[in-house]
T-cell receptor, first 115, second 113 residues
Framework: AQSVTQLGSHVSVSEGALVLLRCNYS??????LFWYVQYPNQGLQLLLK??????LVKGINGFEAEFKKSETSFHLTKPSAHMSDAAEYFC?????????????FGAGTILRVKS | EADIYQTPRYLVIGTGKKITLECSQT?????MYWYQQDPGMELHLIHY???????EKGDLSSESTVSRIRTEHFPLTLESARPSHTSQYLC????????????FGEGSRLTVL
């Protein structure tokens, strides 16, 4: 069975500082990997996805993530945090061979950006 | 701009009442999903559908039921609400091609007293 572990339920950074949100996955087959963002009182929005092309994936709003198979990780980074980045971030994994889009999500990491 | 809509956004209801959470999408997606979200917990898949007249239970057992009579519509029903059903319910859809991407509605927050 697939699973996702997000390290740190809360992360706090200063505006302009590096953002690093950690995600480790478990999958018996090559996975699709995703990061979604949820702003208060809104649904989830796709930030970026890895589907076996380049291991460094760039997404919206300056975020990027690197797929590291040896570490089973897919950490999300942004060089310089902005106040508008404050939100909850979810890492998710999908079995690419499944035929459907059933995603397994992590518990989420709430990002706080301090001025 | 959201093309998937959930109503109601917020609902407070008494124990024993029947409720239906509505979900509609205008993207023509074949696949639709219901996830349950509680604070600090993973989103759990409770129902999914790969097309009209197709519904399946997800990974998390739920007392709710769903129907898929039209492509664009995927309502979730609780016949008799209980306090344990208090949660946020997120509806999502995805296209036929297995891109893995889900498109989410804004959620329905249910409180059962």
């Amino acid at each position: 069975a697939q699973s996702v572990t997000q390290l740190g339920s809360h992360v706090s950074v200063s505006e302009g500082a590096l953002v690093l949100l950690r995600c480790n996955y478990s999958s018996s087959v090559p996975p699709y990997l995703f990061w979604y963002v949820q702003y208060p009182n809104q649904g989830l929005q796709l930030l970026l996805k890895y589907t076996s092309a380049a291991t460094l994936v760039k997404g919206i709003n300056g975020f990027e993530a690197e797929f590291k198979k040896s570490e089973t990780s897919f950490h999300l980074t942004k060089p310089s945090a902005h106040m508008s980045d404050a939100a909850e971030y979810f890492c998710a994994v999908s079995d690419r061979g499944y035929g459907g889009n059933k995603l397994v999500f992590g518990a989420g990491t709430i990002l706080r950006v301090k001025s | 701009e959201a093309d998937i809509y959930q109503t109601p956004r917020y609902l407070v209801i008494g124990t024993g009442k029947k409720i239906t959470l509505e979900c509609s999408q205008t993207m023509g997606h074949d696949k639709m999903y219901w996830y349950q979200q509680d604070p600090g917990m993973e989103l759990h898949l409770i129902h999914y559908s790969y097309g009209v007249n197709s519904t399946e239970k997800g990974d998390l057992s739920s007392e709710s039921t769903v129907s898929r009579i039209r492509t664009e519509h995927f309502p979730l029903t609780l016949e008799s609400a209980r306090p344990s059903h208090t949660s946020q319910y997120l509806c999502a859809s995805s296209p036929t091609a297995n891109t893995g991407e889900l498109f989410f509605g804004e959620g329905s927050r249910l409180t059962v007293l």
